[in-house]
Structure formats: C-alpha cells, structure tokens
Nanobody, 124 residues
Framework: QVQLVESGGGLVQAGGSLRLSCAAS????????MGWFRQAPGKEREFVST????????YYADSVKGRFTISRDNARNMVYLQMNSLKPEDTAVYYC?????????????????WGQGTQVTVSS
C-alpha cells in the first residue's frame, strides 16, 4: 500500500505560481509511475502530468505544457508539480497518484493509489 498526501495548494492570482508536493509513505515510489490529475467542479478528473519511475519519460496535458513541470525525488519519496503562469481555468482540486505498472499511462482509472487532493484556485 502507498499513502499519498498532497500539499501546496492555495489561492493565487492569474499569472502567479504554485508548487504542489506529494509525500508518499508505506512503500518506496522508486518503481512507480507518478502522476498528477485535477478535477474542476462539475467536470471529470483529467490528466495533468506523469513521470516514469526514473523521470526519463514525462508527459503533459496540452493545456499545461510549457507552464507546469513535474519532478520527483525517489530518495525522499516525493513528487512535485511546479505550476507557473497560472490561469483561472487551472482552478481545480489537484491529485497525486501512483501506478504500479512499468508503462506510463494517462488515464485516471489506470492508477492504483490516490491522495486526498489539494485545492488550487486561480483568480482573474
């Protein structure tokens, strides 16, 4: 079992930045694909970014490409999402997730473990 706890969300003005953190416990995440997803009110959970276990394969949703950066520190069992140039449409609850599969996958249902989420609100 892997427990995930997100932090770093908050209220920020458009154009601002936030850095989300995801702390994992229970098992090392060094062999897990780690992803970030988000869910806005009334919408389905959507893919934001994901990183293979080594960080050699990283993918981003088109909507965040060039603005968000995922990173991971396997030694510390941590995953991060640096979010720059935030827009009001980035407002959502952001979730960290872990996938036991070696292949990198982008669908929420393919991930095995989830955190409770952290709220990000971007004001215009």
């Amino acid at each position: 079992q892997v427990q995930l706890v997100e932090s770093g969300g908050g209220l920020v003005q458009a154009g601002g930045s936030l850095r989300l953190s995801c702390a994992a416990s229970g098992r090392t995440i060094s062999s897990y694909t780690m992803g970030w997803f988000r869910q806005a009110p009334g919408k389905e959970r959507e893919f934001v970014s994901t990183s293979s276990w080594s960080g050699s394969r990283i993918y981003y949703a088109d909507s965040v490409k060039g603005r968000f950066t995922i990173s991971r520190d396997n030694a510390r069992n941590m995953v991060y999402l640096q979010m720059n140039s935030l827009k009001p449409e980035d407002t959502a609850v952001y979730y960290c997730a872990a996938d036991r599969a070696a292949v990198v996958r982008l669908q929420p249902y393919e991930y095995d473990y989830w955190g409770q989420g952290t709220q990000v609100t971007v004001s215009s």
